[in-house]
């Protein structure tokens, strides 16, 4: 157990439809950053949030979003669903000035 | 902007052999740079890092990495490698921008263990 928890493990939905990934930060971790896992792209830097707001962007499409709440834990949001989007999507934490990152087991992602 | 290249798409090595695992980075300054291990269904984890000092960096699992400035390199070892060890490895580079802190990372190698 790295002490990153990401809910659910496995998602199944069909295309046009909207999820949601929920990350709870390792304890003491004030840094989130999403991260999308697909065999043809490899492991993509989606966003980051630190203690709350947005820090950093990757590629991330303009359908999806992310939030962190107050208590430390993020919440991805991906909607209007497609094909593609079918992937392994992690959480990673990390504290301040400890740049190596905790990562979560993921969530599957797999749109039919 | 930083990247980061992993030459070896997959190697196979016999257990109890010694590996090492290709990284090679673009970055202007000193990046951070990091080892990290996936196995199967799992998140990636950790194994070593390196920021400054030594270019030998020790890690778990009996892993170390090599800084090369000269050769932009941050190659992984091990001296004898477990059937445990078998999983995708993936190097990273990090630096500090207007952004905050960003992390990129190479496209892994598999490591396939035989006995």
């Known amino acids: 157990d790295s002490g990153v928890t990401q809910t659910p493990k496995h998602l199944i939905t069909a295309t046009g439809q909207r999820v949601t990934l929920r990350c709870s930060p390792r304890?003491?971790?004030?840094?989130v950053y999403w991260y999308q896992q697909s065999l043809d792209q490899g492991l993509q830097f989606l966003i980051q949030?630190?203690?709350?707001?947005?820090?950093a962007k990757g590629n991330i499409l303009e359908r999806f979003s992310a939030q962190q709440f107050p208590d430390l834990h993020s919440e991805l949001n991906l909607s209007s669903l497609e094909l593609g989007d079918s992937a392994l999507y992690f959480c990673?934490?990390?504290?301040?000035?400890?740049?190596?990152?905790?990562f979560g087991s993921g969530t599957r992602l797999t749109v039919v | 902007a930083q990247s980061v290249t992993q030459p070896d798409i997959h190697i196979t090595v016999s257990e109890g052999a010694s590996l090492e695992l290709r990284c090679n980075y673009s970055?202007?300054?000193?990046?951070?740079l990091f080892w990290y291990v996936q196995s199967p269904g799992q998140g990636l984890q950790l194994l070593l890092k390196?920021?400054?000092?030594?270019?030998l960096v020790q890690g778990i699992k009996g892993f170390e990495a090599e800084f090369k400035r000269s050769q932009s390199s941050f190659n992984l070892r091990k001296p004898s490698v477990h059937w445990s060890d078998a999983a995708e490895y993936f190097c990273?580079?990090?630096?500090?921008?207007?952004?905050?802190?960003?992390?990129?990372f190479g496209a892994g190698t598999r490591l396939f263990v035989k006995a």
């Open positions: 990673a934490s990390s504290t301040p000035n400890n740049y190596g990152y905790t």
């Open positions: 304890s003491g971790d004030l840094s």
């Open positions: 949030y630190y203690n709350g707001e947005e820090r």
């Open positions: 970055y202007g300054a000193t990046p951070y």
């Open positions: 390196y920021f400054s000092g030594d270019t």
């Open positions: 990273a580079v990090g630096a500090m921008g207007t952004g905050g802190f960003k992390t990129i």
